[in-house]
């Protein structure tokens, strides 16, 4: 039993992957959308991340005090956005 979980934990890693992206590593449709997201604000991080063989990205950008996320799918089109406020004691 414990070498079955194992293994299932083991395999679920496998399935999700993400690595770090530069913006002129996005294809097209994917790179049209940053920009179009990322107008005053600043691009912290890039994510690719491919999950059951669905590949997203994941965008960290910081504006006014905010650190907005966004999530675009290989097509270009937003799938999520999370805003949150920014603790100064934690950056």
């Known amino acids: 039993m414990v070498a079955t979980t194992a ?4 395999k679920n890693e496998e399935s999700h992957q993400h ?4 913006m ?5 449709a994917v790179k049209a959308t940053v920009e ?9 991080k ?4 491919t999950e059951h ?12 005090g905010k ?3 966004i999530e675009i ?3 270009g089109k937003v799938i999520e956005r999370h805003e949150e406020m920014i603790d100064e004691g934690t950056r």
């Open 73 to 75: 799918s290989e097509s």
């Open 36 to 44: 179009r997201e990322a107008q005053g604000k600043q691009i912290e």
């Open 24 to 28: 002129e590593e996005l294809p097209a």
């Open 67 to 69: 650190e907005h996320e």
């Open 7 to 10: 293994y299932g934990q083991e």
């Open 53 to 64: 063989g669905v590949t997203k990205y994941e965008v960290d950008m910081i504006s006014n």
């Open 19 to 22: 690595q770090l992206v530069k």
């Open 46 to 49: 890039i994510k690719k991340e």
